[in-house]
């Protein structure tokens, strides 16, 4: 096992995830300012309100919301998409098929050592939050709904790298397949 190819591009995944610590450490401030500033944003909201519901929900409610959609949304993120499209482009995807290691099954290993490090700290950081709110009386938990959520990421997880790595493919026919990428990514945030 220790030898396996599939193994050792996991650890480059992970490798490559913390080689520019400042950089992993920046994305992860920018990944707590939109939360933070939703959480604020919402306590104002009810606080103004008077009212025990907005829209249907309870503080509570939207507080939880708030920070497992942020946490949900970077954890199934891909990033890989603009990688594929340049080896498309560059030629960079003939080498996989010199050597003995399938391209998919490449990605996916990197993809997934990416997420092991990324999945602690933002799993790690959401629990803080959580733990917070919780102390502060705004939200509780059911040990049901974190265990459904903890099965229910990993598929989340698979399904999302296969989408992206499906629209990726679309280089084969387009020059810049960039555009389709940020044109998904703006779609995405506005829904």
């Known amino acids: 096992m220790r030898n396996n190819k599939y193994v ?29 500033t939703q ?23 939207m507080l939880v919301y708030v920070v497992m959609a942020g946490v949900t949304g970077k954890l199934i993120a891909t990033g890989f998409e603009y990688e ?11 080498k996989f098929m010199v050597q003995p290691v399938h391209y998919s099954a490449y990605r996916f290993c990197r993809f997934i050592g990416g997420k ?46 296969v989408v992206y790595y499906a629209l990726s493919g679309i280089a084969f026919w387009m020059t810049e397949s960039a555009g389709l990428f940020l044109y998904g990514v703006a779609c995405h945030l506005c829904s």
């Open 8 to 36: 050792k591009v996991l650890q480059l995944g992970m490798q490559n995830e913390m080689e520019y610590r400042a950089n992993y450490w920046l994305q992860m401030a920018g990944f707590m300012l939109p939360i933070m």
């Open 39 to 61: 959480i604020f944003l919402w306590l104002a909201v009810f606080g103004s309100s008077g009212q025990a519901r907005v829209v249907d929900y309870s503080l509570p409610e």
């Open 84 to 94: 594929i499209a340049t080896d498309i482009k560059e030629g960079g995807l003939a």
């Open 116 to 161: 092991v490090i990324q999945s602690a700290v933002v799993l790690l950081a959401a629990a803080i939050l959580l733990l917070c709110l919780s102390l502060e009386g705004q939200i509780s938990f059911e040990l049901s709904y974190i265990l459904l959520y903890i099965l229910a990421l990993p598929g989340a997880l698979v399904l999302n790298f």
